[in-house]
């Protein structure tokens, strides 16, 4: 049994007390040490009475207030867990990846450029918080199981008689069944709805490259989010240049005496510059010209760059008059004589 609080302060009281006024069960042992130790015991209670009616100081305010604002915060903190989906993720199941190949042109990989997509993915109901049914509603007891989750299917075999039991298929073997299902995900606790993705293409990426939207693809509940994954594919837009590692590579139409005589010619970038070509060797059809730092940009090393490969493309006459034909054989017959 409890003790009485009259018990404890009395107690309290006799402690200090001469050892003389009580005996050893504890008690007085005459009228005059009873009427001393009432007297003592009224003492001790207004004391006490005085005690407890004693104004807190500031420093008892301020300790009760912290007290109170880390209770409320940590009341705040479960309730935000429990109404929280991500506390509820399992982290070994992630939704599939969704894989958007994504046409991109040689130019904008030189460049590099911002591309946007617009993907359909499964979103979690807003309406419902993925449940699927209005958790105000309730729940009520499938009519096919009665609540069970399993029914007893009959199999007759000549006079005897099997009985088999089975999950309700009515009821997903829950027992239960909402009273008002959502009616934008019509139960599923997820929809599928059209999204637009944007990603950043640094200069210097590769077709065939990857780039991963980390928590943007599919979504359910209790399952982590699943992500997008962007696959760089050639477009099919004509270029005059031809990618090589990190080389360009593009070929010049020039004449017969261009070839002879030597080739300067502009050819116009993939961002749009002039850039300027210039030999003076006799340029044959395997002749390949090597300007360094006009290829492509090398991604992740600061301002270096791949070569631009120069091929030629010489058109011949179709037809040379006499005397076309008598000035060439007397300048390369001259020719042959003068290096033989
Ligand atoms: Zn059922
Ligand atoms: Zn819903």
């Not at 009616?53 to 705040?76: K, Q, S």
Request: aromatic share 4%; charged share 20%.
């Amino acid at each position: 049994m409890e003790p009485s609080p009259t018990r404890r302060r009395s107690f309290v009281v006799r402690a200090p007390s001469s050892a003389s006024s009580v005996d050893s069960d504890g008690g007085p042992r005459n009228d005059d040490e009873s009427i001393a130790w009432a007297t003592a015991l009224r003492e001790a209670r207004r004391k006490q009475a005085a005690s407890t009616e004693d104004p807190p100081t500031p420093a008892v305010h301020y300790v009760l207030l912290v007290g109170l604002c880390a209770f409320l915060f940590i009341m705040v903190q479960l309730y935000s867990q429990v109404t929280s989906m991500d506390s509820f993720v399992q982290p070994d199941r992630q939704m599939a990846p969704l894989v958007l190949e994504v046409p991109v042109d040689l130019a904008t990989l030189y460049t590099g450029g911002t591309y946007t997509a617009t993907i359909e993915k499964q979103v979690v109901c807003n309406l419902c918080q993925g449940h699927g049914y209005d958790q105000a509603a309730g729940m009520h007891k499938c009519p096919v199981c009665g609540g069970a989750g399993i029914v007893v299917h009959e199999q007759r075999f000549g006079r005897r008689v099997h009985r088999v039991r089975m999950g309700c298929d009515h009821c997903g073997r829950s027992g239960h069944l909402p009273n008002h299902v959502c009616p934008r995900c019509h139960g599923h606790g997820h929809h599928r709805t059209e999204s637009s993705v944007s990603f950043t293409i640094a200069p210097g990426m590769m077709h065939g490259e990857e780039v991963i939207l980390q928590g943007a693809g599919n979504a359910q509940r209790h399952v982590a989010t699943g992500d997008v994954v962007l696959r760089l594919m050639p477009a099919r837009t004509a270029s005059r240049f031809l990618r090589r590692g990190h080389d360009l590579e593009t070929t010049v139409s020039i004449t017969l005496l261009e070839a002879l005589t030597g080739v300067t010619k502009v050819i116009r970038h993939l961002d749009g510059r002039d850039v300027q070509i210039e030999t003076h060797d006799v340029v044959h059809p395997q002749t390949l010209l090597r300007i360094p730092r006009q290829g492509m940009p090398c991604r992740g090393l600061q301002a270096t760059y791949g070569d631009l490969l120069v091929r030629f493309r010489i058109q011949f006459p179709e037809t040379l008059t006499p005397d076309q034909v008598a000035g060439v054989s007397f300048l390369l017959e001259d020719k042959e004589q003068t290096t033989s």
